[in-house]
């Protein structure tokens, strides 16, 4: 099999943002057919870009030591394009060996540190970014310590209280979907509701000889505004009408006028 360069495009198609370590369209074996993908922690300290060990190895393990390297703040490093060294002896679902998978190396101490939303969720699109481009399911897809006993790997409790100890059957149905389920909290609704707000603000100051053509366009503004706040609430799943509810009343007055 050819080095898989082409798997950043499919990272991209999944809305995340992609760092990439010289060398990394040629690095590792290109004996590699992944059909399926092993999550990890690094068990190292914060880096901002991924430390050589991944790329170089150690003493007693060549590397690569992943395919990817997964920043605390969501950013996906290329390290390999080939086979890496990193999931070793074990097996998921008929699945053995480095060249049979996908390895992601995420920065975690994997002693308690608290996994950020961000980071989960990207972890959840690379996931499944790599199902789409190998064509597997999200089932094949499972922690370290579910490949092979001696490692525990990734570890820790999520920011929104999940844990990867116990949640990995969550993480797959995230996997599935593409990413975590981000609703609109209420904080959001109000937020959008004062953008609206002021914006119809700016608009109504508008006086002079040219008021009757403003009007139109304060008029086809809020047609656009009110359809952009129904089209964003109801893709959150929130009822459109939760939205207008936080609005003051002369700006929700404002936008009724135009349904």
């Not at 369209?25 to 060990?53: N, Q, Y």
């Not at 006993?149 to 999520?158: E, H, L, Q, S």
């Not at 969550?170 to 599935?176: D, E, G, I, Q, S």
């Amino acid at each position: 099999m050819p080095y898989h360069r082409g798997v950043v495009e499919a990272l991209r198609d999944h809305g995340l943002t992609v760092g990439f370590c010289p060398g990394w369209e040629t690095r590792g074996s290109s004996s590699f057919d992944p059909k399926g993908h092993v999550v990890h922690h690094d068990a190292g300290s914060p880096w901002t870009t991924p430390p050589g060990l991944l790329i170089a190895g150690r003493s007693d393990l060549p590397g690569p030591l992943c395919n990817f390297a997964l920043a605390r703040d969501g950013t996906v490093w290329m390290v390999a394009a080939g086979r890496a060294n990193h999931a070793g002896t074990g097996s998921w679902k008929g699945l053995v060996g480095n060249s049979s998978v996908w390895g992601t190396e995420a920065n975690n101490t994997g002693t308690g540190q608290t996994w950020p939303d961000v980071q989960v969720d990207a972890y959840a699109r690379l996931c499944a970014a790599t199902c789409d481009y190998s064509g597997f399911t999200a089932e094949m897809v499972c922690r370290h310590a579910e490949w092979t006993t001696r490692k525990i790997d990734p570890a820790g409790p999520w920011a929104d209280g999940h844990d990867w100890s116990r949640d990995m059957s969550h993480f797959r149905a995230l996997v599935a979907q593409g990413g975590t389920d981000l609703p609109l909290n209420d904080a959001d609704l109000f937020s959008i509701g004062v953008i609206v707000k002021r914006s119809l603000d700016d608009a109504d100051v508008a006086t002079g000889a040219d008021l009757d053509a403003v009007k139109a366009e304060v008029r086809a503004d809020r047609r656009m505004t009110l359809d952009l706040v129904d089209a964003v609430a109801r893709a959150a799943g929130v009822d459109p009408a939760k939205v207008r509810a936080l609005l003051k009343p002369d700006t929700r007055a404002a936008l009724d006028k135009v349904d």
